[in-house]
């Protein structure tokens, strides 16, 4: 993509452009090693338009993260909306991760990237990776409940689910197991058979 690929002259149309650039960074080399001089020359702005629509970097790398959140859910909703049962829907996370990891666009988590680079030293972004972390496990935690389990049950293997992607995540970043999701769907569905989840749906 050219540095200059954004064409929307707008006033708004040059806050995408910072955003998408500031995304394209952050993903592919980190948020504090990222100058606002390196963003506005691939967004094609000038520093004082990046700093007209963010008066910090740091508010530039907070509404990155909740724009990357906004994304990634939405693209998890369809992906979960496409299915009909509530396995069926689980499964099609880890197929949604599967699908990212062997992508050519695949750079790691942002959400790992950020916490480990702003965790406990910036409370907004603390805030937004939380959420983002709480929202993922009480997905997993209602589709469950939705297949009929306990809730006090459904939310231990909620989080248990997310450890697993994380785990995946991390396997996939830095071992490059592009497979990582699928073996993380294989311990998950043994995991969902021993809770009796997955009697008389194995699709």
Known sequence: MPTTAYSDGSRQGKRTKVLQAARWLFNRVGYQTVSVD??????????ATVFRHFPSKDVLVSEAIATHIHDVEDEL??????QTTPLAKIRAI???YDALFH??????CMFMHA?????????????LLQAQK?????A??????SGGMEIETATMLGRTLC?????????AETCDNRDAAKEAWYATSHLLRSHGFMAGDEG
Do not use: P
């Open 38 to 47: 390196t963003i506005r020359t691939r967004a094609g702005v000038t520093k």
């Open 77 to 82: 909703a369809q992906a979960i909306n496409q």
């Open 94 to 96: 880890f197929d949604w």
């Open 103 to 108: 992508g050519d666009d695949f750079h790691g």
């Open 115 to 127: 916490a480990a680079e702003y965790r406990r030293r910036h409370d907004e972004i603390t805030h």
């Open 134 to 138: 709480d929202s993922m496990c009480s």
């Open 140 to 145: 997993f935690s209602h589709l469950l409940q």
């Open 163 to 171: 450890m697993l992607l994380d785990g995946a995540m991390v396997q």
